[in-house]
């Protein structure tokens, strides 16, 4: 399995930004994927994740109805679409993968491990 970040990189507070995972190695038809990010000097942070099996999308509280997280089965390919960015968005956001049923069910802040990360990409958004 593997999962590789791509975009992301500076972005100015109310601008927008995109960031990309590839994958490899594993069915969308049977994992979870979400996105994660580590915010210097805090812990990490569950972003967004979809559940595979009936689509339902979870999204953290602090990007809730500004980040859409949405994904490509034939292209093997998910994405994070980040709106209305605030500094807070600042870090490092990683792509990961977990064979689950309940994983995203059960919400970000259950603290599910998930099993397959990218490397991590980074986001800075001044003000």
């Known amino acids: 399995v593997q999962l590789v970040e791509s975009g992301g990189g500076l972005g100015r507070t109310g601008e927008s930004l995109s960031i990309s995972c590839a994958t490899s190695?594993?069915?969308?038809?049977?994992?979870?994927i979400a996105w994660f990010r580590q915010i210097p000097a805090k812990d990490r942070e569950g972003v967004a994740c979809?559940?595979?099996?009936?689509?339902?999308?979870n999204y953290g509280d602090s990007v809730r109805g500004r980040f859409i997280i949405s994904s490509d089965k034939d292209k093997k390919m998910f994405y994070l679409q980040m709106n209305s960015l605030k500094p807070d968005d600042t870090g490092k956001y990683y792509c990961?993968?977990?064979?689950?049923?309940?994983?995203?069910?059960?919400?970000?802040?259950?603290?599910?491990?998930?099993?397959?990360w990218g490397q991590g990409i980074e986001v800075t958004v001044s003000s």
């Open positions: 190695g594993f069915s969308f038809d049977d994992y979870d």
């Open positions: 990961a993968s977990v064979k689950s049923m309940v994983a995203c069910e059960l919400g970000l802040d259950f603290g599910y491990e998930y099993d397959y």
């Open positions: 979809i559940s595979h099996m009936d689509g339902r999308r």
